[in-house]
Every structure is written in structure tokens, then in C-alpha cells.
């Protein structure tokens, strides 16, 4: 049993701060378990690679239509660690960049479940990072430096609020965490991962 007065720990496992903040209300900084989860991914993968040149200029839309209809995930989950991508979506980048000698015979998403080649390999995650890159300045467009700034004069401006206003600020710190923490998970895994 438990003592009157005595201390009590609590684990929460290995989470991600979506789980953390949702049922517990905070978020861990520098939480290994986090990821981000990242909507609408075919279309920003795709206009990324057209704008990135890691699609071949002589290829026909009859031909890029046919690679694109391939792809089927629009949701993706990246974490912050080396090759920190799900089975899925590596299939996905691996067709958007594969050449057209790679695409020969290959009329299926699971026909790149596995490496087609260090080149494909390489240009798939360097595709992935300018995803994330692009999903940084479009969605979550303040650099680190702005949010961590603001997050300081939120924490100090808290010590002199009333409890009324302090409430609303504490919102706006979770808030501040939240995206802050995000933007790390999506920074680490361009670090690891941009050869």
C-alpha cells in the first residue's frame, strides 16, 4: 500500500506528444517516442519532386500519370531518427524518384518494397527531406528560434498574470510546446537522413 504523504511515480510509456497532449495534457521536449504526422503527403511529395528535379524532364504526363497512380498513402508518419519512415511511404518516395530504366516492369506500389538501388535509395530520402523542409516553411512557417522566443515571454509573462489570464496563457505555452516539438521531430529526421 501506499503511506499517507508518500510520493507516487507514474510512467506513461513510450508516446509520442500527440498521445501525451491529447490524454494527458503536456509534452515531453525532445521526446524520442514523437513523430509527426504528415497529411496530404502524395501531393506535397510529388510537387516536391517536380520542383526538385528528381523527376526526369523528358517523361511524358501520360507516364508520370501512370507512376503517381501507384502511390496510394496520403498520410505518412515520420520520426526523428535515422530512416525513420514507415514501410509505405519509402515505397512511395522510391517510385516518385525512380529512373525510367527502374520503373521497367514495375507496375505496383509493393513492386518497391524493397531497395531498388543505392541511387533510388539515397534520392528517396533527399525527396523526403525536401518534403519536410517544404511542410516547414508552408505549415509551420516560424523558425525554432521565433517560437522558442515567444515561449520564453510566455513563461516569464506567466509569473505575473492573474488566474484568470493565466489560464489562457498556459493554453498558449502547451500550444508553443506542441509546435515546437514537431518542428524538431521533422528537423532530426532531415539531419539523419540528408546524404
Not at 521526446?31 to 510537387?47: E, G, P, Q, R
Not at 516536391?48 to 523527376?55: E, H, P
Not at 501512370?66 to 518516395?93: A, E, F, N, S
Request: proline share 2%; aromatic share 8%.
Amino acid at each position: 500500500g501506499v503511506s499517507e504523504n508518500e510520493e507516487v511515480f507514474i510512467s506513461y510509456g513510450k508516446r509520442g506528444n500527440d498521445e501525451l497532449m491529447q490524454y494527458y495534457g503536456f509534452v515531453v521536449p525532445d521526446n524520442l517516442a514523437d513523430s509527426y504526422v504528415m497529411c496530404n503527403f502524395v501531393d506535397k511529395a510529388v510537387y516536391t519532386a517536380r520542383g526538385g528535379g528528381f523527376c526526369s524532364d523528358d517523361e511524358d504526363e501520360d507516364t508520370f500519370a501512370k507512376r503517381v497512380g501507384m502511390l496510394k498513402d496520403d498520410r505518412v508518419v515520420v520520426r526523428p531518427k535515422l530512416r525513420g519512415l514507415t514501410d509505405r511511404c519509402l515505397q512511395t518516395l522510391r517510385v516518385l524518384v525512380a529512373s525510367k530504366e527502374e520503373l521497367k516492369g514495375r507496375a505496383a506500389l509493393l513492386d518497391f518494397s524493397s531497395k531498388v538501388s543505392d541511387d533510388n535509395e539515397a534520392k528517396a530520402y533527399k525527396l523526403m527531406c525536401g518534403v519536410c523542409e517544404r511542410e516547414l516553411s508552408e505549415s509551420l512557417p516560424t523558425t525554432l528560434e521565433e517560437d522558442q522566443t515567444m515561449l520564453n515571454n510566455l513563461l516569464t509573462a506567466k509569473k505575473k498574470f492573474l488566474d484568470e489570464e493565466l489560464n489562457e496563457t498556459g493554453v498558449k505555452i502547451q500550444a508553443l510546446q506542441f509546435r515546437i516539438a514537431k518542428k524538431q521531430v521533422l528537423k532530426t529526421f532531415m539531419k539523419l537522413n540528408n546524404q
